[in-house]
């Protein structure tokens, strides 16, 4: 296996990975950066965020107000003093994107405007049309691209991490092009993979964004928390799930059931469709199963309408979703009403890490989706994601390049390389019985259907049954293409895998959760249960399953009190 | 959970294994439903029928850019393409052109990166003005300017479709796009260092308008170009063969370096009528710089005026009062110089009355029809081969006489994917008995184009292999056929270059469409 070494490896070039990237390069011009991803950076699922990021930045708002919003969003879960730490340094993160050229919508006196969004009680969401995450992205891999010591692997994929005495060491990569693995070795690795929800069928996410990271990590001994918290985004287009953005509720646009009614005043009569998303996506659900959702070709669904807001306004902030709407919806929302649902959206769980992006891993840091500080607890605001990337990018991205300066490489032993190699190898060998798609499809069906919005104990323990069983029948899937050079059925085989895996840890945390707070909505068990569950769920990888433990969550300034909207 | 099957459609698949460095051609049925994307259709073939098939593909909204791959000849966004809007029962799905292919649909995106990444993606300015600890203020209107710039998703699209980009030198429209979006950026401070990347390369481009046509997001890629061609026009920063023809054209009104006095020359014993003698006809034969001056072409505009006098057209030229139409020079960014030939011609097109104008060169054509001043006059134009597929269709013109030649027509950029003038030459050349007209892989609005717009035809300085002529006239010699058509002078100037540089002039001969009519009658 060929050998390399760099100072910092950053798996992922998402937003996350890329401001990591940036901040590790300020930190030392003479760093060694690499950075992994499985597609071209640009091509990240980070491109996809629309609505906004979200930053205190002007008088009225307060950096308290961002951060109560915050904390209740979160239904308490959230760490307070996470919190705090996050809400301050956003505002920095906007700047600098600014300086560096993204195209943030203007005020006509020509400063960054802000547009109000759900679960926040100011408009705080800094935008670039319906193109918000599309923009940071490029205007940060332009940052990124200007520094000699940032090496960019585009197109390889990670497959493991190396870890050594609880001290990362070193990760596996299969270079796609080529097919050939290679083991890299270094001082620091910033794991920033992204979210995992492409285990459900109806899902606003990417293809490729499969949470390899958090399986990675999660094999490799770090604790994944809360993955029972799985946001549900109340508008998912129908039929393919593409995000159509919470921004278009921020303009104005408002939710209609089968009879015509703005249902949302029934549930949350002060923030109406503003509400925070754990909140809208139930209405809905509610509204669905209680036989008021309208009917369509795809089954039930709600009604996004924005018609009232004219083609002008529609054209100059919602561009985006109005060419997405006609294009994969067949509806021209300047004319008729968006048939949504709720879609999976974002993981508040992943990689445990703490304010300064650690994991339990020496040498090991998490930033973005893939990781849980915790700053979402259990449901995160809209904008609050592009901006926990930027801030945390930074820390991972600092604190990576402190650790790199003060530690020396490690040799990795030839025998965990020849295992990983074995792993591979076995995988791509197999010649069983079962379809990649087969497995793929139904893990999405099991999760759709019963570890969804609304759950139940008896139905996520047979879901857990299931998903274990699909694991089973994965050890027996025919790999049909052998081939070396980018063989995407191969590569289909190793994201199943890791979301198998990812798939089993999100259910089996959430049923010991018998409480409803924020994202998990248990029917059996409907009331937040500060008592007991007033804590965060960590889950490790043992042969037999995830094996849980809890962890108290930090409260500073706001106990929790009823969570009223 | 989902709507009926419309349709079923074949796929058949262009192929690369890498392994055995094999291509092939793979055809699957899909069934379609409504709405069904390409790129649903590719991953039912994955999923279903043949796990071994490779593509990229990610957010399947149209904004990574990941799934670009040419469709029946034409590059698009397979996740952004309704498989039924296409209106086929068969398809054709190959990689996107100009990047080697890595495995099936998948090509090696890096010679399209490394271009982009010569320019500078984020903003100039001062080290002290960046250090400001808020953001700089940018009113609405000055977003506005370059906004749609900004839509770009780097899915090379436009590369894959570009002629200039078969010589790696050529940034690429993209880059030179990006590049641009930053110039016209009020909180940018680059633009001396901004041209730098781009001086010895954008020349290259043709104008073709390919980009911006294959664009998904619909990014004036084109246009763009010609204002980076502006800049560095007014900077002073181009080439001498630029330079060249611009001053040719300040000198003598013409890019020909010939004087203007010399301009009826070709005419000689053809009895044509001229402005100012003439002050009114019924059409006004815009006959062209290139037809004009170069010899070759002469014999082109001979022909025409040998058919108007056949056909008894009441018709008259400027005369020596014609001068460029400033098509070229337009695109070669010189704006000043245009204004002035463009208010020039105007003029003399009110002196002269005349139902309509006839012009040989398309590029005469597009300006007359597109560009401000002369769309504010609304200009009655058509291109000769409009004006003859109506003699022809009215039976004033028969061509009767057999002409037994293997033929393909090549679609001049500025007719064809700027026009959408398609048709009317085909039309005369299948009313010509004995022509046997075949179609090139490449056709109609995938037409490749032939290397000569934007001035390029004066300025070519690429090795020949790199010329998009070249390129063409293999694709033609692949075909089969005895015959290259064309319906613009530029053309038959770059690929006859192409035809003697690939020394094949006993293979096949480059005709103007003119020509082949005058064999017919």
Known sequence: MEKCNHDIIIVGAGLAGLRAAVAAAEVGNKLDIAVFSKHHPLRSHSVCAQGGTAAVMHEKDSFDLHAFDTVKGADYLADQDAVEFFVRRAPKEIVLTEHWGCPWSRTPDGKMNQRPFGGHTQPRACFAADMTGFHEMHAIYGKATTYSNIKFYDEWFVTSLIVENNTAIGLTAIEMTTGKLHAFTAKAIVMATGGHERIYEFTTFSHTTTGDGMAIAYRAGVPLEDMEFVQFHPTGLIPSGVLITEGARGEGGYLINANGERFMKRYAPERMELAPRDVISRAEQTEILEGRGLQGPYGPYIALNLTHLGEEKINERLPLIRDVAIKLGGVDPVKEPIPIRPAAHYSMGGIRINVKTETPIAGLYAAGECSCISVHGANRLGTNSTADCLVFGVVAGEEAARRALSTSLREVSKEKLLAEENRIAEILNREGSERISVIRDQMRRIMNEKVWIYRRGDQLESALKEIRELRKRFKDIKIEDKGKSFNTGFFSALQLDFMLELAEVTVASAIPRTESRGAHSRLDYPKRDDQNWLKHTLAYCTKDGPRLEYIPVTVTKWPPVARKY | MSTKVEKIVEFKISRFDPESKKHYVSTYKVPIRKGTTILEALLYIKDNLDESLSFRHSCRMGICGSCGVNVNGKPMLACYTQVLHLDADSLLIEPLANMPVIKDLVVDIQPFFDAYKKTKTILIK??????????????????????????????????????????????????????????????????????????????????????????????????????????????????????????????????????????????????????????????????????????????????????????GVNYATLGTEEWCCGDHVLRMGEKGMFEELAQHNIGTFTKLKAEKIVTLSPHCYNTFKNDTPYVDEKLNVQHYTQFLAEAIQQGKIKPSKPVKKKVAYHDPCFLGKRNEIYDAPRQILQAISGLELSEMKRTRESSFCCGGGAGRVWTEEALPEKRPCVDRIKEALELGVDTIAVACPFCVTTLEDAVKVLDVENKIAVKDVLELLREAI
């Not at chain 2, 796009?177 to 001086?199: Q, W």
Request: aromatic share 10%; charged share 25%.
């Open chain 2, 126 to 311: 001062p080290e002290e003005a960046l250090q400001k600890p808020t953001e700089f203020i940018q009113m609405p209107a000055e977003l506005k300017k370059f906004w749609d710039l900004t839509l770009c998703t780097k899915c090379s699209i436009c590369y894959s479709a570009c002629p200039a980009a078969i010589d790696e030198r050529f940034l690429g429209p993209a880059a030179l796009t990006a590049n641009y979006r930053f110039v016209i950026d009020s909180r940018d401070e680059g633009c001396p260092e901004r041209l730098k990347p781009m001086e010895d390369n954008i020349w290259l481009c043709t104008q073709c308008n390919s980009c911006t046509l294959f664009c998904p997001k619909l990014v004036s890629c084109a246009n763009s170009i010609v204002e980076d061609h502006s800049l560095l026009v007014e900077a002073g920063n181009i080439p001498r063969t630029v330079k060249d023809v611009l001053e040719s054209v300040y000198k003598y009104h013409n890019p020909m370096a010939t004087h203007q006095s010399k301009r009826m020359d070709w005419a000689e014993g053809l009895n044509v009528k001229t402005f100012p003698e003439i002050t009114s006809a019924d059409v006004l034969f815009f006959v062209c710089c290139s037809a004009v001056y170069d010899l070759r072409n002469r014999e082109v505009a001979r022909i025409m005026a040998s058919i108007f006098n056949k056909m």
